[in-house]
């Protein structure tokens, strides 16, 4: 998770610092989209540099997530208000909700790996 606020906010920006204080007080909000996909709340309001944006990352092996079940895909998105991101959220929900989507992103990644010859998660 802190690698997607990277991604979002690169830099000294705050949002890794306030998504780390919200993991530790078992508080970032995590939604499960599919049974390979879930969505990460990244908080920007007030950040001078604040956006709606995301992030989505790709783990092979999957990642356990708070629900107990492992993710292999991690959607990061950032907001700035209550009400700016609701277009972008609605369309990540919509995308998410096709099994071959799912399944297209983890095969492009499997031949991504496979391309640059790693055996580590890229």
């Known amino acids: 998770m802190l690698t997607g606020g990277r991604c979002l906010q690169p830099g000294e ?3 890794c610092g306030r998504l780390g204080n ?3 007080r078992g508080k970032v909000h995590i939604y499960r989209m599919h049974r390979k996909v ?3 709340h990244c908080p920007m309001q007030g950040d001078e ?3 709606v944006d995301v992030v ?8 356990e997530c708070p629900d107990g079940k492992k993710s292999h895909i991690i959607v990061c998105l950032s ?10 959220l609605w369309t990540i929900y919509r995308y998410f909700e096709t ?5 297209g992103i983890l095969k492009c990644y499997e031949e991504e790996k496979e391309w640059k010859g790693e055996d580590e998660e890229i």
Do not use: P
Not at 99 to 103: A, K, N, T, W
């Open 13 to 15: 920006g705050s949002l």
């Open 22 to 24: 919200l993991m530790a």
């Open 38 to 40: 879930m969505l990460v």
């Open 49 to 51: 540099d604040g956006k």
């Open 56 to 63: 989505i990352m790709v783990s092979g092996q999957g990642i």
């Open 79 to 88: 907001t700035i208000d209550n009400y700016a991101h609701w277009g972008l």
């Open 99 to 103: 099994d071959s989507h799912v399944e």
